[in-house]
Every structure is written in structure tokens, then in C-alpha cells.
């Protein structure tokens, strides 16, 4: 973190309060987006793909179409939980020799793998896995959703047209990815000043440069008539398949018509005097689960005695990831390509969505027939053979995506956030802050939180008392960190509370972007 940055600044948001619905998501006007389809009736599966569309335009880096992820959906009429699967797999036709290992230690992306040559799992059209997120939204909404698909697209093709808006955050989140976007022309094109420079922004507010995302727009009006059968069997799916082939990618029209959302028992976590749910499979559900299973040894009698106790639960929970579900080690300090949104409506329904493209900008290629900008899912994956986790064709991608549905002390909430594999810890402990510690979204959210997710170190809020960081260190080297914009050492998450005749929306402090919006607001 830098020396350089105040020391005596300080930021906060609000708990954003209502009697009606909530949207909290990492861009404003994705909640904004939401929040006026709960204003017009819908049900909070209707703002969920209002919410996730105008996210994949206005936040293209972390999300969109051809990427994947889960969601969590709490029925408020049968008191049921349901867990959608949206998740990538590798195309059938990847080849294994493909990826030949380069010698050169380790990968610069998310994960620590063995470095591959070219950095084909990680740059480029051989990077990119089967997306399902828009499938994903179809089917939930098709099960639970009130008004009209193509009038919950709308919004996001408002965007589209116009192109969004370069300001300070979106121009550094540029400069960070410059030199790989410049490798593909239409990524170079899309993002890039003059195909290879950073893209400047106005100082002063007045200038204006935006995105040309009309291309994009055009493949969301498809989207909005067919539905996610464009993608999974119709043209538009195979013009963005033909496109990634004649990069020098896999993906095929029978890749996308058989990588489906698939709806999911979720896995019950008794807590105490609580309950959660959350994904099974090849998610952090099951990380989340073990997490607290292993908290609800411990006595939380005080936050000196708490964080400590997060810190072996985490490392625990870790561990059994690591050699039962895939070696994913990822890099602590990175923020990934993701976002999470939470919604609840005024009948209590309640949506923990998380989608992704992986990395930062996903494989930095862009589909020209769509405008899409594609996932690099293949680097889910293990290059070295024989690992829990290898590369493989046709296979499963394993996902650090954990949506969590909770209900404790008589109040319930829809919860997740962004941040790779510091998702877990984020989720963990802010379900212990509500559940052990009856604290509110805002006491929540505004608690110093730690990261354990390297299973070596522990990375904890410079805000922590001396004596908290003394304990710490008794279980593992630790390294203190302050709080800031960019770069962010935790997860990023939105959540929303139900405490029935009140709701309330919260998202991190740190996101620039992020803000939850009422809906009488």
C-alpha cells in the first residue's frame, strides 16, 4: 500500500433504508437499473437481469454475456432457497497439448500455476471457456419473473448506445490491462485510445470520451427479442463462436447449446441459532460451509477472541479446498474480474447473484460479430496434470463465486461479493459479524475485516486494535494493509437486509462505483 496516501482522509456510505425493495450492486446505475424495475412491479429476479445486464456494459471488465457464475434466490411465499448454476466449462475440442508448460515459474494473472508458453490460459482465444450467464437470468426469470424479458434488457441497450462514460476509475482500470488489450485488435479498438494507448479523462469534468459499444447493443436487442437461445444454439452464439476460432480458440456452437444453468439443491448450514444457504459444487459454497463449520467450535464471546478464530477457520477451510476440489491458489492481492449484486423486493424475494469473466478484462479478446468482451475461464484450470484441478476438455470450471442466503436474529439477508478467492473470507466473516454479533448492515460492513485466502499469511485491516494483530501473528505471519480505492487488498461486497417491515442495502465502502438504491428512491 502506498506511503503516499492520506492518512487522515476519510470515506463512508450509508445503509440505504426503505419499506419497499433494494438493489445493492458495484455500479450505480446497475442498481439504479434494478430499483426501477422494482418500481414498476417487478419481482426481484426482474431486477436481477436488469441489474446484471447494465453491469456487463457499464462494468465490461468484470462481467457480461460470455461470462458465468451463481446465484443464490430466496422465495419469500414458500420460505424456500434455490441455487442456479451458471458456471463455465472448457470447450470439448481444447486441446490439452496446447498448453505446453514454458519453464519460466510462475503465471502474472490470478493464479500462481505453472507459467504456460504465451500465456495461452490466460491471454487470448484459447483462454476463453463456454459462458452461461445470460441462460442463467432466463431461467430464473422464466420460473419467477413478472414483467417482460425484452423490457428488462432495455436499460442495458440505453447504455450500449450511448457508450459509457471514462471517468478517472474506468481510465485507470484501463491503463492496468493497456499492453494485453493492445494484442487483439477489436479489444485495442473498444477500449483503447488510437488501438494502444491508455484512454485519457477529463480532469476537470467538462471533456467527455466514451466507449463505442454500438456493436454490443445490437447483440443485446438480439438478446432481448430471442433470449438466451441467441447465444446457446442460434446466430449469435455462433457468430461469437466463429469469432473466437478464427482468433485461434475452441469454442463451437455445440460447446455453447450444451453448457446450460442447471437449478441446484443448495447446501444448508445450520450456525448456531442460524441458518445459511448456498451453492454446492464447484463454488466457495462448500468453502463457506466448512468455514463456519469450523467456527461454530470456536468461542466468539468477543472480537479479540473472533478474529483469530476467523483466521484457523479460513486456513482450515482453505485447506480442504485446496486438496479436495481443485489446487486454485490465486494471488491475494488481486481483485479479479467479478461482481456481485443482492436484491430484495418488497415481498421479501431476495436474489445473491455473482458473475464473472475471471480476469481483469477475461481473456482481453473481444468477439467483433457481438461486441462482446470474453472470459478467460480456461485459467480456472491447472496446466500441470494429475492435480485436482487440471486442465481438461468438456470440464467443469471451479469457481471462488460464493452468493450466501442467511437468516439470523430475526432478520434475513442476501449477501456475496467480488474479489477471487478473498471471497470466502469477506462472506465468512460478515455473516459472523450479523449472526454472532447482531450487528446491522452498516456495523457490518464498516468492521475491519482479514484475509487468509493465501493459506500462508494473514492480511489484515490496519484499523484492527494492536492487540488483535498480536494474536494474529501467534497463528500466522501477518501484514497489515489500510483500506483504499484502488489498489483494494479484500473482497468487494453488496448485501441486502429483510427485517420485514424495513429493508436495507449496503455495498463496500471502497467501491467507487458501487452503491445500493431504494426503490422509492
Not at 457481438?370 to 478467460?376: E, I, K, R, S, Y
Not at 500462508?456 to 484499523?463: F, N, P
Amino acid at each position: 500500500m502506498s506511503e503516499a496516501l492520506s492518512r487522515t482522509m476519510e470515506i463512508r456510505k450509508h445503509v440505504v433504508e426503505t419499506e419497499r425493495g433494494v438493489v445493492a450492486s458495484q455500479h450505480r446505475l446497475a442498481s439504479e437499473a434494478g430499483a426501477e424495475v422494482l418500481r414498476a412491479g417487478g419481482d426481484a429476479v426482474d431486477a436481477a437481469v436488469a441489474c446484471s445486464f447494465v453491469c456487463g456494459v457499464l462494468e465490461p471488465w468484470m462481467s457480461g454475456p460470455a461470462g458465468g457464475g451463481a446465484a443464490m434466490h430466496w422465495r419469500a411465499d414458500s420460505g424456500e432457497a434455490h441455487a442456479l448454476d451458471f458456471g463455465m466449462r472448457a470447450p470439448a475440442g481444447l486441446k490439452i497439448e496446447d498448453f505446453p508448460l514454458s519453464g519460466e515459474g510462475a503465471a502474472t494473472d490470478l493464479f500462481p500455476w505453472e507459467r504456460v508458453v504465451e500465456d495461452r490460459n490466460v491471454i487470448g482465444a484459447k483462454a476463453v471457456a463456454v459462458p452461461a450467464v445470460v441462460d442463467g437470468l432466463e431461467a430464473a426469470h422464466r420460473r419467477w419473473g413478472r414483467l417482460p424479458w425484452a423490457e428488462l434488457l432495455a436499460p442495458a441497450i440505453a447504455h450500449a448506445r450511448e457508450g459509457m462514460r471514462v471517468d478517472w476509475y474506468a481510465a485507470l482500470i484501463i491503463a492496468t490491462a493497456t499492453r494485453d488489450l493492445a494484442r487483439d485488435p477489436d479489444a485495442a479498438a473498444m477500449f483503447l485510445a488510437d488501438g494502444q494507448w491508455p484512454r485519457p479523462f477529463s480532469w476537470t469534468g467538462i471533456a467527455e470520451d466514451r466507449i463505442d459499444q454500438g456493436r454490443m447493443a445490437d447483440s443485446l436487442e438480439v438478446l432481448a427479442r430471442e433470449g438466451a437461445a441467441a447465444l446457446h444454439g442460434g446466430d449469435l452464439g455462433a457468430a461469437m463462436a466463429q469469432d473466437i476460432r478464427d482468433k485461434g480458440g475452441y469454442l463451437t456452437v455445440d460447446d455453447l447449446a450444451g453448457n446450460r444453468a442447471r437449478f441446484k439443491s443448495p447446501m444448508s448450514v445450520a450456525y448456531r441459532d442460524a441458518l445459511f444457504h448456498v451453492m454446492p459444487g464447484l463454488t466457495a459454497g462448500p468453502t463457506f460451509a466448512r468455514a463456519m463449520g469450523e467456527l461454530a467450535g470456536e468461542q466468539l464471546s468477543s472480537q479479540e477472541r473472533a478474529y483469530p478464530a476467523y483466521a484457523r477457520a479460513l486456513f482450515a477451510a482453505y485447506r480442504d479446498r485446496l486438496e479436495h476440489m481443485g489446487h486454485d491458489g490465486e494471488i491475494p492481492e488481486c481483485a479479479g474480474s467479478t461482481t456481485h449484486f443482492s436484491v430484495v423486493d418488497r415481498d421479501g424475494n431476495m436474489v445473491a447473484h455473482t458473475q464473472t469473466l475471471l480476469s481483469l478484462f477475461g481473456s482481453r479478446v473481444v468477439s467483433p460479430s457481438t461486441g462482446f468482451l470474453m472470459n478467460n475461464g480456461i485459467m480456472w484450470f491447472d496446466p500441470v496434470a494429475g492435480r485436482p484441478n487440471s486442465l481438461g476438455s468438456g470440464k467443469t470450471c471451479l469457481m471462488n463465486v460464493c452468493p450466501v442466503l442467511g437468516e439470523a436474529n430475526g432478520r434475513r439477508f442476501a449477501l456475496g461479493a467480488s474479489g477471487g478467492r478473498k471471497i470466502v473470507s469477506a462472506v465468512t466473516q460478515l455473516a459472523s459479524f450479523m449472526a454472532d454479533f447482531g450487528m446491522d448492515l452498516g456495523a457490518a460492513f464498516r468492521q475491519p475485516r482479514i484475509d487468509a485466502s493465501s493459506g500462508e499469511q494473514i492480511v489484515a485491516d490496519a484499523a484492527l486494535p494492536a492487540e488483535i494483530v498480536a494474536a494474529l501473528e501467534a497463528i500466522a505471519p501477518v501484514k497489515t494493509v489500510r483500506r483504499s480505492m484502488l489498489p483494494y487488498p479484500f473482497a468487494c461486497p453488496s448485501a441486502v437486509m429483510d427485517e420485514g417491515d424495513r429493508r436495507f442495502g449496503m455495498t463496500e465502502t471502497m467501491s467507487a462505483w458501487g452503491d445500493a438504491v431504494a426503490e422509492g428512491e
